[in-house]
């Protein structure tokens, strides 16, 4: 995959930190929510903790709304491994639902899934019950190492 412009994830990390969701969105934009998400997917397999999913296969699918229309991630699991693609999955046991700037929050750390689903800016549909599980497979901590 070709990587884009974007800075590493520990310095993006960092940064969203510091912005407010008005100029996170702004940010998103400029760089482009494609761009964006291509390299988040893309990279979801490297943050994939293996040892946290044993033996679960399931396929999600991410519905992420920008401005102009909702783009569709899926992500699935099988066999200790994870693999992405853009567009939507057949059958998912899982479907997120939520806006660029809160799923960039999630996938940071900056954001917590129940917190997001509690106030209506994540929607689910399917096994809710995989939902809290799947929250652990992901490292989700982008310190920079010292």
Known sequence: MAQTDLPDPAQLAELIK???????????????????????????????????????????????????????????IKDGTCSTSEGAAV?????????????VRLIFGQAEGTQLF???????????MFAMQMQGYFNRDFAPSS
Request: charged content about 30%; cysteine-free; overall charge negative.
């Open 18 to 76: 510091t912005l407010s969701d008005e100029e996170l969105k702004t940010q998103l934009d400029q760089l482009g929510p494609d761009n964006v998400l291509r390299e988040i997917f893309g990279r979801m397999p490297e943050a994939f903790i293996a040892e946290k999913a044993q033996g679960t296969d399931a396929v999600m699918q991410y519905d992420i709304a920008s401005d102009d229309d909702v783009k569709q991630w899926t992500v699935e």
């Open 118 to 128: 509690m106030t209506g800016k994540l929607k689910l549909k399917g096994d809710m």
């Open 91 to 103: 059958d998912p046991r899982l479907t997120l639902q939520l806006g660029i700037v809160d799923f």
